[in-house]
C-alpha cells in the first residue's frame, strides 16, 4: 500500500513539473514573439498647401527607429512655381518616428491658383434733386395760374418760395417773360390781397393802396386851397383838397393844418381816404383879406407823427405853385425782344406817381407812340416800372423813353432802349 502511494505521488510532482514547463516556454515564447519587430508604414500627416512670401517649400522628415535598427533620414525638397505673394499661415514640419520601415515622400503639392485681386472703387452718389419735373409737364399737385398785370417770374418765385429759373424750367418757358393772360403752373394759387374800404367813397373815384403795417410818412403830391364866400359877408370858407399817399383821416391825431401868420386847424372831411384829403374851415372876412398871398404852408400830419409840407399853397385862391418837371436818370435793360415781354425800370426826380404815363415813341422819324402798362403800385418819385407787352412794338429799332406827370410836364430820354427780333 505504501508503494502504490509513492508512485501516485511520484506522476503527480512529474505532471505538475512538466505544466510549468509549458508554462514558461509559452511565455517565453510570446515574449519572443512580441520583441520581433513588424514592418509599420509610418503614418505621415496630410500634406498642407502652403502659399508664402518664399519661392520655394522645403519640408523636412525625421526618423527615429528603435534601439538596433538603421536610421533613415530622407529630406524632400519641391520646387513649387513662383507665385504673387499673399500673407502667410503657418509653415509646419512634419515628423515620423517609424520602427522600421523607411517614411514615404510626400506627395507632390499641385501649383495653387492665386485668385486676382478685385479693386472696387467706391464713388459717392450725387444728392437727388428736390423734385424731377418731366418735360414740359407740372410736378403732380401744381395748379394753373394764369398771369396778371405785373406779374413776373421773379416775384411769382419769391411768393411760392422757388427760383425764377425754376419756375421757367418747369413750365417750359423759353425766356423769363410772362404776359398777362399766359397760363403757367404754380404749387398753389398766390393769395391775392383783400382791401376792406370803409370809408365813404368821394365823388370821383380815387385809386386807394393798399395799408401796411409798417408807419409811412404821408406823402402830398398836390393841393388846391381857396377860400369861397358864404351866405354871411363877414364869413368865408377855406377849402384846401390835397392828393397823395399814406394818409390815415380815420384815426384820432390826424391833422391838417395852414401854418403862417396865423395857425389855421381845418376840420378834415368824413369823405377823406388814404390818398384824398379834403379840409374846410370857417374864417372871418377880415382875416383873409388880411393874409399876405403866398406865405401859408400845408402841413398834414399822421397819427404816428410823422408829416409832409407843401410849401405856399395858399391864401386866396393862390395858384398852387408849378412844381418841376419830370428828369430821367436811367432806362434798364436797355434793350429787349420785341417779341418778348420787358419791364422797363426808370429811375430819376419829380415823378408824381398818380396817374403818371410812360410812353414809347421811334426815335428817328417818330410816328406812333406806344402806351406802357405802368405799375402804380411800386411807383415812386424817384422810380417807376412801365411793361412794354410782348409784340406791343411792331418794329425794331431805337425808341426814345417819355414821362408824363399828370399836369402834362414831360422827361423824354433819347435812344434809351432798342427793341431786337
Do not use: H
Not at 519640408?59 to 500673407?87: C, K, M, R
Amino acid at each position: 500500500m505504501s508503494n502504490g502511494s509513492e508512485t501516485s505521488s511520484t506522476m503527480q510532482r512529474l505532471l505538475i513539473g512538466a505544466a510549468t514547463l509549458i508554462v514558461i516556454i509559452l511565455t517565453v515564447a510570446a515574449a519572443i514573439f512580441l520583441a520581433i519587430p513588424r514592418s509599420e508604414t509610418p503614418t505621415v500627416p496630410p500634406a498642407t498647401t502652403v502659399v508664402n512670401v518664399q519661392p520655394l517649400f522645403t519640408a523636412t522628415f525625421t526618423l527615429t527607429p528603435s534601439p538596433a535598427i538603421e536610421t533613415s533620414t530622407p529630406t524632400a525638397t519641391l520646387e513649387q512655381p513662383t507665385t504673387e505673394a499673399v500673407e502667410p499661415t503657418e509653415t509646419p514640419t512634419a515628423t515620423s518616428t517609424p520602427t522600421n520601415t523607411p517614411a514615404l515622400p510626400p506627395t507632390p503639392v499641385p501649383p495653387v491658383e492665386i485668385p486676382t485681386q478685385a479693386v472696387i472703387i467706391v464713388t459717392a452718389t450725387p444728392v437727388p434733386p428736390t423734385f424731377t419735373p418731366n418735360p414740359c409737364a407740372p410736378p403732380q399737385g401744381w395748379v394753373e395760374y394764369v398771369v396778371q398785370p405785373g406779374d413776373t417770374l421773379s416775384t411769382l418765385g419769391q411768393i411760392v418760395n422757388m427760383g425764377q429759373t425754376d419756375l421757367q424750367q418747369i413750365n417750359c418757358l423759353a425766356s423769363s417773360v410772362v404776359v398777362p393772360g399766359q397760363t403757367i403752373y404754380l404749387p398753389f394759387i398766390p393769395p391775392v390781397a383783400t382791401v376792406t374800404n370803409t370809408t365813404t367813397p368821394l365823388p370821383t373815384p380815387t385809386s386807394t393802396r393798399p395799408s401796411t403795417p409798417t408807419p409811412i410818412a404821408p406823402i402830398i403830391d398836390e393841393v388846391d386851397a381857396r377860400d369861397v364866400a358864404t351866405n354871411d359877408p363877414a364869413i368865408r370858407q377855406i377849402i384846401v383838397v390835397a392828393v397823395g399817399r399814406n394818409f390815415r383821416p380815420r384815426e384820432a391825431g390826424f391833422k391838417a393844418e395852414l401854418t403862417g401868420p396865423t395857425l389855421i386847424r381845418l376840420n378834415v372831411d368824413l369823405s377823406s381816404s388814404n390818398t384824398s384829403i379834403r379840409a374846410t374851415k370857417l374864417v372871418s372876412e377880415s382875416l383873409v383879406t388880411g393874409l399876405v398871398p403866398g406865405t401859408y404852408d400845408l402841413i398834414i400830419t399822421n397819427p404816428d407823427g410823422r408829416s409832409d409840407i407843401a410849401n405856399g399853397v395858399y391864401p386866396r385862391g393862390t395858384p398852387t405853385p408849378t412844381p418841376p418837371p419830370p428828369d430821367i436818370f436811367d432806362v434798364s435793360p436797355s434793350s429787349g425782344r420785341i417779341t418778348d415781354q420787358v419791364t422797363l425800370t426808370i429811375t430819376g426826380q419829380n415823378f408824381i406817381p398818380r396817374d403818371i404815363r410812360v410812353q414809347l415813341q421811334r426815335s428817328i422819324g417818330g410816328g406812333t407812340t406806344y402806351e406802357l402798362d405802368v405799375e402804380t403800385s411800386t411807383a415812386t418819385a424817384s422810380s417807376l416800372r412801365a411793361i412794354i407787352r410782348a409784340n406791343q412794338l411792331t418794329q425794331t429799332g431805337s425808341y426814345d423813353v417819355i414821362v408824363i406827370n399828370r399836369d402834362n410836364q414831360t422827361a423824354v430820354e433819347r435812344e434809351a432802349y432798342d427793341g431786337i427780333n
